[in-house]
């Protein structure tokens, strides 16, 4: 309980505990100052969820980005796996992808600048990753 003097009228003695202004001078709210109050809120409020959200169209941008990559990898590993290889591919091994001039292809070690003719035509210059897809460094010819 508060101590009061023996003075203090029992109405000082509630207004003294009240957790807002009640006094002269103290800070009065008026209506249009609440709407000035919600209008900021609403505003700070609006720019937030706008920065939010050009946050997330980006990273949707990043993540159809990398699925298109992947994708490419993907269908281009499936082409690979269908042509003629005389080895086991092995991973982080720059490869050369030919096509014969019946259509076929084969996958071989030995570049463009090492045959020395132009018996076939070069591809792509390819990579085997470690999840078995392709990643095609050099595309001379669409895969």
């Known amino acids: 309980m508060h101590n009061r003097p023996a003075d203090a009228a029992p109405d000082e003695v509630i207004l003294a505990a009240l ?13 249009e100052d609440m709407g000035k109050v919600k209008g900021k809120a609403i505003e700070a409020m609006e720019f937030q969820v706008e920065a939010q959200m050009k946050q997330l169209y980006q990273q949707v941008e990043t993540l159809a980005r990398q699925a298109k990559v992947l994708k490419k990898r993907a269908e281009v590993s499936y082409q690979i796996y269908q042509c003629e290889m005389r080895s086991d591919p092995v ?35 390819v990579r085997l990753l470690a999840d078995h897809t392709w990643d095609v460094l050099e595309e001379k010819q669409p895969v």
């Open 19 to 31: 957790s807002h202004a009640h006094q002269r001078g103290g800070f009065l709210v008026r209506p």
């Open 91 to 125: 991973i982080n091994q720059f490869y050369y992808l030919y096509r014969r001039r019946d259509g076929t292809t084969f996958l071989s070690l030995v570049s463009p600048e090492e045959w020395g003719g132009s018996l076939f035509d070069f591809v792509a210059k």
